[in-house]
């Protein structure tokens, strides 16, 4: 059996950091690179980094799945929910986001998946953790949480050959009314957006509901970062933008792909981080998220990763 490790191991302090940062998240030390045993199926990307599986070119060309890889998408869906709730349970003030990291790590390894952002175009670490004003992509490292600090988990598992998404906004202790409204209404615009989904429907209708939802409120929705279609291949079209547009598409049955929207408290504006992938708001006022993969059905839709009983409840339902 694997000993389960907790975080920690990190290497030196940086050197002088001078870039200009929006708000307190700062980067800290990141532990080593997280290893997968032998006998789990990996992605063509796992060693080298880079992707080689592609989906349709054009944005317009969306792969319908059969249902044996339906099937296949909602096992890799229901591991990544468990792996999600485990990371969810486990938040709470002075825990490093590289400790949660551990945790999803050893909780994906443990159910035979393989942690698909693991070194996808370099990532480093095993699933992405996002505090207050970082947007998305944020690297797990040596950041201890503090009680009313908000903080998005994003895990992603690859198992049988297909990949599930999925992402929620957690509260750290006591979170003051403004972070829990926030939460609320990222929550609510993208329950909105799911709801409008099933057989037909455009796929730019999503953008405009979820405006629809956070502008009479004061919040901005980003446009930089979007959903995608997902199976097999980790990102490939549709894009699934939360804003309005004007992008070609209507869902059919059996496309698959994820609704993510990130709502800001300011500015829809962004500066990303030295490191590549870490991405604030330009103003550094915090920033929600929530993701699902869904399925397309004859009825509607589908979440494959929907919440159990075992999910961790909003601050709403307590």
């Known amino acids: 059996a694997r000993a389960l490790c907790m975080g920690g191991g990190f290497g030196p302090p940086p050197v002088r950091d001078t870039f200009k940062y929006s708000g307190r998240v700062r980067p800290g030390r990141q532990s080593p690179r997280r290893t997968v045993p032998n006998g789990i199926p990996k992605p063509d990307y796992w060693k080298d980094g880079q992707p080689k599986a592609r989906g349709p070119l054009l944005p ?11 099937e296949g998408m909602r096992a890799a869906g229901r591991i990544a929910r468990e792996v999600l709730d485990t ?10 986001t590289d400790a949660i990291d551990a945790l999803v790590h050893e909780a994906t390894i443990a159910r035979g998946a393989y942690p698909s952002p693991l070194n996808y175009h370099g990532f480093p670490k095993s699933c992405c953790t996002s505090v207050n004003e970082v947007i998305c992509h944020g690297i797990p490292d040596s950041f201890k949480l503090r009680s009313g600090d908000i903080i998005n988990i994003d895990v992603t598992c690859y198992f049988g050959g297909y990949h599930g998404d999925c992402s929620e906004t957690f509260l750290v202790g006591e979170v003051d009314d403004e972070g829990k409204q926030l939460v609320k209404a990222t929550y609510d615009a ?9 057989p037909g429907k455009e796929y730019k209708g999503i953008g405009a509901i979820i405006e629809d939802h956070i502008k009479p409120l004061g919040y901005t929705s980003v446009s930089h970062f979007c959903g995608h279609g997902i199976g097999s291949v980790f990102h490939t079209s549709p894009n699934v933008i939360h804003t309005r547009n004007n992008e070609p598409g209507k869902m059919e049955v059996g496309h698959t792909f994820t609704i993510e929207p990130m709502i800001n408290e300011g500015t829809v504006k962004h500066i990303e981080w030295q490191d590549g992938w870490t991405a604030t708001t330009k103003d550094g006022k915090r920033s929600a998220q929530f993701e699902h993969t869904l399925l397309i059905t004859p009825d509607g839709v589908e979440a494959l990763t929907a919440r159990t009983a075992k999910s961790v409840p909003f601050w709403w339902e307590k």
């Open 60 to 70: 317009w060309q969306i792969e319908v799945k059969s249902e044996r890889d339906i």
């Open 87 to 96: 990371a969810g349970n486990y938040v709470r003030p002075g825990i490093t």
């Open 190 to 198: 993208w329950q909105a957006a799911i709801a409008y989904c099933g």
